[in-house]
């Protein structure tokens, strides 16, 4: 791995791709930003820091979640090869999944692997183009539109207050706790979803 | 933002993960993560829209249950060894994403075997997960498409255009589309409404929602989007990490109806041209507005002309009807072979309902 390049990202990055790979066949670009982020929300659902994710995400000026650590590992690992596939289509090739393997056993990377886990296992039965549109309602990232900034997301000493009232909302609505962040990542999808197609003027969201 | 709880309470309670999570726990949100992964790999081998018997696919939630006998199970280890057994109704164990046992002819009773198991099934386009005698049905964003676990998804937006054009125009299969006519069980004529229902106002809506679900690696899809300061494009698909965009430009062929019969408008192939024409104009406008970015246009043509409509009509024959199915709209110009940002344009016919 080149010096500079977030171990962090690299990590997220390789999970990513190869969770996505078995789903679609292979990953792309915009799709591990987008995964990645969307563990870094279910991480602070379950009461950590945004700023213990390792790396932070910017609203790129098109409204997706992006990192530029997460493109740095990307071509960091091409390079090396850990990273193949054709055209912008991504996948690992052999030794990127040994390296994927050695770096889940190290503990600094124990508390990513539940949000990155549930991220991904959200696509098993949310279409890819339903999470990103549901993510894309999330208040971070509907503030910084808002505000037309592209600035970094989730900065903040403490949970932005909007995201704080829709994890409380969650919660409560789950009424159960599961270990599992699959479910409150499913429904919190749905949620958005469901709300980005009120807004979208239809009459009757066809996703919960 | 304020949040919704009732409503974030009711999508939680319709939700399969939260049933088999409140059933199983972890170990049955672990087995639900087979069973789809099982599903979506079955489904890329055998398309949901050829299956004509009920499929029930299963994880057990402990390890090493074996909830039916196995001894008269087939064990596969090529989703393509399959085919065979679809045609009758079949139910398939899932052991890992690309082994399976399988019993076919088989019809299990699903109440009991979500006793121990996360059960899917599929049957007409409806998909259920049950857990613990429990279920919950599957709710599919696209349900042109049979199943929300076989959703295409498409890196060109020709293609997700062409998948439009086939599985969600032509028979009108799109619940968003479907709102566009005067009567739907004829398709004959478009429903005359105000905006924001217009005729181009759905179908906007409908092909909009349709590639923000199946195109990958995009940023946004927008609609209604002003490439200057007084013409909006119907849509514009915004690439990631590509100084690259789409504008698509949708014109409607067809007659509408008002509620009280009255036919309103009357749009030919004329329309057609007109769309060429104002596509043409967009992308010069936008090119020099954004100078640095590739923008490519693209002319949906949706294709409801029937032949001898008045307003009296409220049947129509096959020939009649279908009149227009291959008639290919001539351009002129053809901005299409003149210029390198200007896709071929791509007529939808819908086919109306004719009579018997």
Request: hydrophobic letters at 40%; glycine letters at 6%.
């Amino acid at each position: 791995m080149r010096p500079g390049v977030n171990p962090y990202a690299c990590y997220d990055t390789l999970f990513v791709i190869s969770r996505t790979q078995q789903v679609m066949g292979n990953a792309m670009a915009g799709e591990v930003h987008l995964l990645a982020y969307l563990a870094c929300l279910l991480s602070m659902y379950r009461g950590r820091a945004a700023s213990d994710w390792g790396y932070w995400f910017i609203r790129s000026p098109y409204g997706a979640p992006y990192s530029s650590d997460i493109d740095r590992a990307v071509e960091s690992m091409q390079a090396n090869g850990w990273i193949g596939g054709v055209d912008r289509h991504l996948t690992l090739s052999s030794a990127g999944g040994l390296m994927l393997e050695t770096l889940s056993q190290l503990g600094q990377n124990g508390p990513r692997k539940g949000p990155l886990d549930a991220a991904c296992a959200s696509i098993l039965s949310v279409p890819m183009g339903i999470v990103r549109t549901a993510v894309s309602m999330e208040p971070e990232l509907r503030n910084a539109e808002a505000l037309s900034l592209d600035r970094t997301l989730l900065d903040e000493p403490e949970i932005p207050v909007p995201l704080h009232d829709q994890f409380e909302a969650l919660r409560r609505a789950l009424g159960i706790r599961v270990a599992d962040l699959m479910v409150p990542a499913v429904v919190w999808l749905s949620y958005l979803s469901r709300v980005a197609q009120e807004e979208m003027g239809m009459q009757e969201p066809l996703t919960p | 933002m304020n949040v919704n709880l009732d409503e974030m309470v009711e999508l939680a309670r319709s939700q399969a993960e939260t049933m088999v999570a409140t059933a199983f726990d972890e170990q049955g949100i672990e087995a639900l993560k087979s069973v789809y992964l099982g599903v979506r790999n079955l489904y890329k081998c055998h398309s949901p829209e050829l299956l004509s018997h009920p499929l029930v696919v299963f994880r057990p939630v402990a390890y090493g249950e074996k909830p039916i006998d196995q001894s008269e199970a087939i064990r596969i280890t090529d989703l393509r060894q399959l085919r065979p057994c679809l045609r009758v109704p079949c139910c398939v164990q899932v052991l890992d994403s690309t082994r399976m046992l399988v019993w076919s002819p088989y019809e299990v009773n699903v109440s009991e075997l979500s006793r121990s198991a996360v059960v899917y099934t599929y049957d007409g386009r409806e998909e259920y997960v049950w857990a613990k005698e429990d279920f919950r049905k599957l709710r599919n964003p696209l349900p042109q498409h049979a199943s929300v676990l076989a959703i295409p998804s498409f890196d060109s937006l020709h293609h997700a255009l062409g998948s439009y054009r086939d599985c969600s125009a032509r028979l009108c299969s799109c619940p968003i589309l479907s709102l566009v006519w005067y009567d739907p069980d004829t398709r004959l004529f478009l429903m005359s409404r105000p905006k924001p229902n217009r005729p181009e106002d759905i179908i906007r809506r409908s092909l909009y929602w349709s590639l923000n679900v199946t195109l990958r690696e995009i940023a946004t899809v927008l609609q209604e989007q002003n490439v200057d300061e007084t013409h909006p494009v119907d849509i514009r698909v915004i690439y990631k990490f590509q100084d690259h965009q789409a504008l698509i430009e949708i014109k409607w062929l067809g007659n509408t109806r008002a509620p009280d019969g009255r036919i309103v408008l009357r749009y030919g192939a004329a329309m057609a041209r007109k769309g060429a024409r104002q596509l043409a104009g967009y992308l010069d406008r936008y090119a020099r507005s954004v100078p640095n970015t590739e923008v490519r246009g693209y002319l949906t043509v949706i294709d409801a002309r029937r032949r001898g409509l008045n307003s009296a009509s409220n049947s129509i024959s096959k020939a009649k009807g279908m009149h227009y199915e291959n008639s290919e709209i001539t351009y002129a110009p053809e901005y299409h072979t003149q210029r390198d940002d200007f896709d071929t344009p791509m007529r939808m016919f819908i086919e109306p309902v004719c009579d018997p």
